[in-house]
């Protein structure tokens, strides 16, 4: 049968154009512009940014964005004041398309000093070109890749050679197993600051050196007392205590920090990642390990008094998520996280490691931020100036 007058229109169209094709295009015409919006917080935030026309997406980028500066949930109070500047697509008749884009944004608490992030392309930008929002002084608003692992603690051993009394790392090992009354896995929490101070209050584990292969599955060297490598498979991990009368003094090597705190304080996971092991360890008592970027990174957790529910190898967890509770369990003579950062198989001190580390603009990237600070500032005032303007009107 002959196609239909309109089939044939609709077919002709699509190869030669239409008559109102210019005005099609006219009408779908995208541009893109920058908005400012400020609000003072009356009654819940959600409720404040859509009275003054700012976009649910941005409020929830900003939320984002503040991370662990700012909880955008629960920090907000009557009379604080948020200012957000974000970029939005429209059509030539002004009906916005897709999704906005926040710029910066400012919070100002009450009698208090302002919080403020940008969005900035360093050289060398990993995002793909979407940048990433840093703190007005340069530093990253981004949680490191590492966090600490317990929020109330202090390193009590530091990372690295130390002598030690081998008896008390062949003491007869504390019980080991989950805790016996079930505790829930609580959802991630983006708190991470912890100050430390260096003390001597407990004693370590007696960590001893080799690669984290060596470490999980076979022996590992040990130094003797006049500095002899001595070969002891009583020292791997999960061996039982040696028999033989103990040395007087020991150096080992203590491949991680011992970090003090209250039996019972939930030991948290220091970033996103696989368990690979959750088991009783020997000499480490209740152990976890996490793999991190594939198992480049790995953190271990030891002595702990017990695992959070539903841990076990194989299991995903998130940064800021509860795996276990400090102990002392194993070989330990006190309550304290033993704690270990491995970056492709060796061990590093994972007090200033580069991964536990906010980024920071330094150089010629630094000097762009600024000024582009500078004129976010700028801009700020002008819009707030006009909507002053527009109100007394």
Do not use: C
């Amino acid at each position: 049968m002959p196609a239909s007058p309109e089939t044939v229109r609709q077919v002709t169209e699509r190869m030669l154009g239409s008559a109102d094709e210019e005005a099609q295009q006219r009408d779908y015409m995208i541009f893109t512009r920058q908005l400012g919006g400020s609000f003072v917080v009356a009654g819940s935030l959600q409720a404040s940014a859509a009275a003054a026309g700012v976009p649910a997406t941005v409020l929830v980028e900003a939320a984002h964005a503040f991370g662990i500066m700012v909880d955008l949930e629960r920090d907000p109070q009557e009379g604080d004041r948020l200012y957000v500047k974000y970029e939005q697509s429209f059509t030539a008749e002004g009906n916005p398309v897709g999704v906005a884009k926040l710029l910066w944004a400012e919070f100002q608490p009450l009698n208090k000093s302002a919080i403020a992030v940008h969005r900035f392309h360093s050289v060398g930008d990993a995002t793909g070109g979407t940048g990433q929002f840093w703190l007005a002084d340069g530093w990253s608003a981004a949680q490191p890749r590492l966090r600490t692992p317990v929020e109330a603690g202090y390193v009590s051993s530091p990372f690295g050679m130390r002598d030690t009394a081998t008896s008390d790392l062949l003491r007869r090992p504390l019980p080991m197993g989950p805790m016996p009354a079930p505790v829930a896995r609580p959802a991630a929490t983006q708190s991470h600051s912890s100050q430390y101070s260096h003390s001597s209050q407990y004693s370590s584990s007696g960590r001893l050196s080799g690669r984290v292969s060596d470490r999980i599955d076979g022996g590992s060297n040990r130094i003797g007392p006049i500095g002899r490598m001595e070969s002891d498979e009583s020292n791997r991990i999960g061996a039982a205590p040696s028999a033989r009368a103990p040395l007087v003094r020991q150096v080992l090597m203590h491949e991680g920090v011992d970090l003090a705190a209250p039996l019972g304080t939930p030991v948290l996971a220091a970033a996103d990642g696989v368990v690979r092991q959750a088991e009783a360890r020997g000499g480490y008592g209740n152990w976890v390990m996490i793999d991190h970027d594939g198992g480049r990174l790995s953190t271990g957790y030891a002595h702990m008094l017990g695992f959070a529910p539903g841990l076990v190898a194989g299991a995903r967890v998130l940064q800021g998520e509860v795996i276990g509770f400090v102990g002392n369990t194993g070989h330990s003579t006190g309550p304290h996280l033993h704690y270990e950062v491995w970056a492709d198989g060796k061990a590093e001190n994972p007090v200033g490691n580069p991964a536990t580390l906010r980024a920071q603009l330094r150089g010629p990237d630094l000097a762009r931020f600024q000024a582009e600070v500078r004129r976010a500032l700028d801009e700020r005032d002008g819009d707030m100036l006009v909507a002053a303007e527009a109100r007394l009107k």
